[in-house]
């Protein structure tokens, strides 16, 4: 899409800042996004935020049957117009059953997309794929090894539930109004059998032994009994691989 189109479907309408409302421009980006998904994963797709639906389009286009989730009640009636299958709702507040699709897909609002994120995790039961544009920094979160500066407990909580690739990156200008960050188009495959069954307790072992970065796992656990266990404690939780991650919590949570 042109800026001038969007400008002339937009008429007076401001695009939300608070909204992460940053629309894709470029055609040849969507259909890119759109063959990252095969026929294979499913024929109904769930898309997240799908603003004019220039991701949408392509999708329709590759055989897939779209249902679209957008918050934006004047994107809604525009994509309602234009024969889309969309609900006028937050994806955070909506209850996702078996009516839903298995893979999800979208363009992430910069502003809410940790917090959509882990509703797709806490909804994996469900939820087997998803393909979204995110902020690079946040990409980078999901996508960094041990020792960078990006790596955290979303890093290895992610990489332990699914299989995740960055895709390729976006640059701003692809992208109506122009944010100041580039962003990354990630792919995440839940695990068949991950090494440890993710509940509450081991998520909030993650957020604890992430609580003060720069401080030791020994300063970080002294709410566990650590005493006896295989790992240095005199390491930072950002050198843990997701394998020792797991094996700390184990020789901590069940000595």
């Not at 899409?1 to 939300?16: A, F, H, P, W």
Request: aromatic letters at 10%.
């Amino acid at each position: 899409m042109k800026v001038k189109e969007i400008r002339k479907i937009l008429g007076d309408k401001n695009l939300s800042k608070t909204r992460g409302q940053n629309l894709l421009l470029d055609e040849n980006i969507a259909k890119k996004f759109a063959t990252l998904l095969s026929p294979a994963d499913g024929k109904k797709i769930l898309e997240i935020g799908p603003g004019l639906g220039i991701i949408t389009r392509h999708l329709k286009n590759r055989g897939f049957e779209v249902i679209a989730v957008e918050i934006d009640p004047d994107f809604y009636r525009y994509l309602k117009n234009s024969g889309v299958k969309v609900i006028c709702d937050d994806f955070l507040k909506i209850n996702l059953d078996s009516s839903f699709p298995e893979v999800v897909a979208g363009a992430l609002p910069f502003s809410v997309s940790i917090p959509i994120l882990k509703k797709i995790k806490d909804n994996r039961n469900r939820i087997k794929k998803w393909v979204f544009i995110l902020q690079k920094e946040v990409a980078e979160r999901l996508t960094s090894e041990p020792g960078n500066k990006a790596y955290s407990s979303l890093s290895i909580l992610f990489n332990i539930l699914y299989d995740i690739k960055c895709e390729f990156e976006i640059k701003p200008q692809a992208f109506f109004p122009r944010p100041e960050v580039f962003s990354s188009v990630i792919k995440g495959t839940l695990k068949g059998n991950p090494t440890i069954e993710v509940d509450n307790a081991f998520e909030k072992f993650l957020k604890d032994i992430f609580r003060f970065k720069r401080k030791t796992l020994k300063n970080n656990l002294l709410d566990y009994n650590s005493k006896g266990v295989s790992i240095d404690l005199n390491r930072r939780a950002e050198t843990l691989t997701k394998d020792e991650a797991v094996q700390l919590f184990r020789e901590c949570v069940f000595v």
